[in-house]
């Protein structure tokens, strides 16, 4: 199977707001105010954690019909602990992202215990941002200036 390609384009609003596209759908980016935004959209941390939750839903119901796994309904909890002193510069002591994520995985289900904790582990193997989360991932930060004419 060949890769998928996915993109986002954004353009910076503010200092502290980012207005995106995905396909065809616009994503807005911000801060709230006690952080220097206004409030216009999720911050990019939350969009990262619901980025996540959404991964885990798909996979879950991917895997649930393969597995025969009756799914009546789902909860998602995603919350993690970030310390920001790195990204306010005041100290490099802690990392600048998350220190833990946390999920609440709550189906409703007649599967038993056992088969859930089954579930879980392939529903972790399969998705992408659990796989991009827990595994080192290449990065390339180009920087690209346009060709303003003088």
């Given at each position: 199977m060949s890769d998928l390609i996915f993109q986002v384009e954004g353009k910076a609003q503010t200092a502290a707001r980012l207005e995106a596209k995905a396909r065809q759908f616009s994503i807005v980016v911000d801060e709230p105010p006690a952080l220097g935004g206004d409030d216009l959209g999720a911050n990019p941390v939350e969009y990262l954690l619901a980025s996540y939750a959404g991964c885990i839903n798909v996979?879950?119901?991917?895997?649930?019909?393969?597995l025969g796994?009756?799914?009546?309904?789902?909860?998602?909890k995603v919350e993690g602990d970030i310390n920001p002193a790195?990204?306010?510069?005041?100290?490099?002591?802690?990392?600048?992202?998350?220190?833990?994520?946390?999920?609440?995985?709550?189906?409703?289900?007649?599967?038993?215990?056992?088969?859930?904790?089954?579930?879980?582990?392939?529903i972790k193997n399969r998705c992408p941002i659990n796989d991009n989360l827990a595994n080192p991932t290449p990065l390339v930060l180009d920087v690209v200036y346009d060709s303003v004419p003088v």
């Open positions: 996979v879950a119901h991917l895997t649930a019909r393969e796994i009756g799914l009546t309904g789902l909860q998602i790195r990204l306010f510069g005041y100290s490099d002591d802690e990392r600048a992202g998350f220190k833990q994520i946390r999920v609440e995985f709550s189906p409703e289900t007649d599967a038993s215990p056992e088969r859930v904790s089954e579930w879980i582990e392939i």
